[in-house]
């Protein structure tokens, strides 16, 4: 019977959850935020339902750029100085600190993801809408972090769920589980930060936290949960990891094909987002949270030989004609997030002058590849040589799944 016809229905009144606090967490070496280090933090109690889908981390540190005046100068001269300084944290610069993050559940991985910056700002234009993104001005979007006199910053936030497929697709609850997250530090800090002009600069982080949201239930629940453990039924999690493949230095031509791997039937890609950078990384004066679209004419993702689009589309970015590229990276958003309706947080100008993404939907699939390992390539074509210093990157989203068991804490990861 239709839901309009009762009424005769009164409010339901969910007392199942009693609190929902957020918990803070220091890595378990607090001073190991340089350049290389491994921040590891370790979740281990008992009884506890964590909801990491909320979960964040915190961030301070430090930018100091070296004075360019005199020591004799004055006070207000060195302020003026100060003020002129334009070495800055980059969109999203703190992401482009870490060069690996990781999630482990009872002491098994279950999600990594390499060079979060490359990853996840595709990700925020592709997936996020402008109300989404909004939140995200906490991260440094598309707006600065503002420095205080000292060239502070503080309490910069990365939600989990921009970090991890895991965070953004698990709503629920985890039970009991054994959490630790490794985040590794770049080499250097040169692709996190921006300048209009060279400057020496020093960036430190100085703090690091992780805040995790811990629910509590009420009776009825917590009997339930008790009765789910006693039984160790093996619990599924499933999302929708994102990796990330790079071919470092395309060659100076107009067409190429880059064998990107073999893989499983659980982790065949249901979609690909393939974007360029022309002398972009490590370049301090380039801003390495754009793209380059290289004036791309053509572009194909091969799963055994099945091409994802069947047809050429043409396009040329210096004749204006990119609308096909920009459908694509249109639809994505509504497709991916289950939607009516695109809601694509990039205009079209800021498509081609911020983020070219060339998405490609591939998640229906004929039943050919329903069977045996899948050979994935990728096939492009630009209306010009593809320039000096160009790398090509790839994310390939697939699906992942998992299955643990609360009381045991046994794990296991399904291959496909």
């Known amino acids: 019977m239709s839901d309009i016809l009762q009424v005769q229905n009164g409010p339901v009144l969910d007392t199942s959850i009693t609190k929902i606090s957020e918990q803070t967490f220091n890595p378990t070496n607090p001073n190991a935020l340089s350049n290389?280090?491994?921040?590891?933090?370790a979740i281990n109690q008992s009884d506890y339902l964590?909801?990491?889908?909320?979960?964040?981390?915190?961030?301070?540190?430090?930018?100091?750029?070296?004075e360019t005046v005199a020591a004799t100068a004055t006070t207000a001269e060195k302020q003026v100085t100060k003020a002129a300084q334009r070495t800055k944290l980059t969109n999203g610069g703190i992401l482009y600190l870490f060069n690996r993050a990781e999630v482990r559940i009872d002491n098994q991985t279950v999600e990594s993801v390499s060079e979060p910056g490359l990853t996840c700002i595709p990700k925020i234009y592709s997936t996020f809408n402008e109300w989404d993104s909004r939140h995200l001005q906490v991260m440094g979007w598309e707006k600065d972090i503002p420095l205080d006199a000292d060239g502070r910053?503080?309490?910069?936030?990365?939600?989990?769920?921009?970090?991890?497929g895991l965070g953004e697709d698990l709503r629920q609850v985890l039970v009991n589980p054994k959490i630790?997250?490794?985040?590794?530090?770049?080499?250097?800090?040169?692709?996190?930060?921006?300048?209009?002009?060279?400057?020496?600069?020093?960036?430190?982080?100085?703090?690091?936290?992780?805040?995790?949201?811990?629910?509590?239930?009420?009776?009825?629940?917590?009997?339930?949960?008790?009765?789910?453990?006693?039984?160790d039924k093996p619990l599924i999690v499933a999302f929708r990891a994102w990796d990330l493949y790079q071919y470092p230095l395309l060659p100076q031509t107009t067409k190429h094909t880059w064998t990107i791997k073999t893989t499983t039937q659980l982790e065949k890609p249901r979609y690909a987002i393939v974007f360029f950078q022309t002398n972009r990384s490590g370049n301090q004066?380039?801003?390495?949270?754009?793209?380059?679209?290289?004036?791309?004419?053509?572009?194909?993702?091969?799963?055994?030989?099945?091409?994802?689009?069947?047809?050429?589309?043409?396009?040329?970015?210096?004749?204006?004609?990119?609308?096909?590229?920009?459908?694509a990276y249109?639809?994505?958003?509504?497709?991916?997030?289950?939607?009516?309706?695109?809601?694509?947080?990039?205009?079209i100008e800021n498509?081609?002058?911020?983020?070219?993404?060339?998405?490609?939907?591939?998640?229906?699939?004929r039943e050919s590849l329903q069977h045996g390992p899948i050979d994935v390539k990728l096939n492009f074509e630009s209306n010009n040589n593809f320039p000096e210093h160009t790398t090509a990157f790839c994310i390939l989203i697939h699906d992942s799944v998992f299955e643990y068991s609360p009381l045991t804490s046994i794990i296991r990861k399904h291959e496909g």
């Open 36 to 41: 290389n280090d491994i921040i590891h933090f």
């Open 50 to 66: 964590p909801l990491l889908h909320r979960s964040y981390f915190l961030i301070s540190g430090r930018i100091t750029v070296e």
């Open 153 to 164: 910053f503080h309490n910069v936030i990365i939600p989990f769920r921009v970090l991890f």
């Open 180 to 231: 630790e997250i490794l985040l590794t530090r770049s080499r250097t800090n040169n692709d996190a930060v921006f300048s209009s002009a060279a400057e020496n600069y020093t960036l430190t982080l100085e703090r690091m936290q992780y805040r995790l949201p811990i629910v509590s239930v009420d009776d009825g629940q917590r009997l339930k949960f008790l009765k789910l453990i006693e039984k």
């Open 285 to 327: 004066l380039k801003d390495v949270s754009k793209f380059d679209h290289c004036n791309l004419r053509n572009i194909k993702l091969l799963l055994n030989n099945e091409a994802y689009p069947y047809e050429d589309v043409n396009q040329s970015f210096t004749k204006h004609d990119y609308n096909m590229f920009y459908h």
């Open 330 to 347: 249109c639809s994505f958003s509504s497709t991916f997030n289950a939607l009516p309706d695109p809601t694509p947080l990039l205009d």
């Open 351 to 365: 498509f081609k002058n911020k983020a070219p993404l060339f998405v490609i939907d591939c998640s229906r699939q």
